[in-house]
């Protein structure tokens, strides 16, 4: 397909800007949606760096797809915004593993695209962490080691960082995560979420998903090619806590 010089320049300007911010909107989304030669332009610039564009609402929506796309928040990135100096690799595990269990809440089941819950609160999204954990506690050893070829997934180091958070011990100052918990954790956790744009605060110490989450889980999230079967492992806790 031929392109206008013009047509390149302004699909290159509204992906410059949107990489760079992670969102874009205003005249920018008007002109994506409206014009598509640039719209083609601007998903293949975003497609060469394992990145996809979809817009919610008055915003278009920059996100990458994959680990080794240079836009992908690094570890070391999370650690420094989110964790304090001590942090170790496990802390990230443990962290994505709680987001996979709160996305989880919100649907029924493995690749169900439509949220069945408006909310969660902290305490609701702990103890399913709580359980999920236990679970996940109760699996041979060896068992696990072969879990971890499988899923590329340190699943010794969560069950070892989940068992040093005390959560018998919670105080006011848990709550506003300065404390060593499990609950403070949430917390910090919660933190990137509200910063990504991917759940809200609506008082009561209640999250729930934004709009851009939900699209993000509908066409993303379920897919074993992103997920890479872990969110169908977790589910299966359910079945083998049912088991026990």
């Known amino acids: 397909m031929d392109y206008r010089e013009e047509d390149v320049i302004k699909a290159f300007q509204i992906y410059a800007k949107i990489s760079r911010k992670g969102y874009s909107e205003g005249d920018e989304l008007r002109l994506y949606l409206a014009e598509d030669k640039v719209r083609g332009l601007v998903d293949q610039f975003a497609k060469e760096v ?32 989110y964790f304090t100096g001590r942090t170790v690799n496990a802390d990230i595990y443990f962290m994505y593993v709680t987001i ?14 439509e949220p069945t819950r408006d909310f969660i609160s902290m305490s609701d999204w702990l103890e399913q962490v709580n359980e999920r954990l236990e679970t996940l506690q109760t699996i041979d050893e060896e068992e ?38 499990r609950l ?3 917390h910090t956790v919660k933190r990137f979420l509200v910063a990504q744009e991917l759940v ?32 169908e492992f977790i589910y299966s806790f359910d079945q083998r806590k049912e088991e026990m």
């Open 50 to 81: 394992d990145c996809t564009i979809f817009s919610v609402g008055e915003r278009l929506y920059f996100v990458p797809l994959a680990r080794n796309s240079p836009f992908h928040i690094s570890n070391d990135t999370l650690k420094k915004t």
């Open 184 to 186: 403070s954790f949430l």
């Open 144 to 181: 696990l080691k072969e879990l971890e070829k499988e899923y590329e997934y340190n699943w010794s180091a969560i069950i070892e960082k989940w068992a040093d958070m005390d959560d018998l011990k919670e105080t006011a100052k848990a709550q506003t995560g300065r404390t060593i918990s």
């Open 100 to 113: 996979i269990i709160l996305v989880g809440e919100f649907y029924d089941s493995y690749q169900t695209t």
């Open 200 to 231: 809200q605060e609506i008082g009561n110490d209640e999250l729930q998903l934004t709009e851009k989450a939900k699209v993000i889980v509908q066409r993303y999230f379920m897919e074993l090619e992103y997920n890479r079967g872990i969110l």
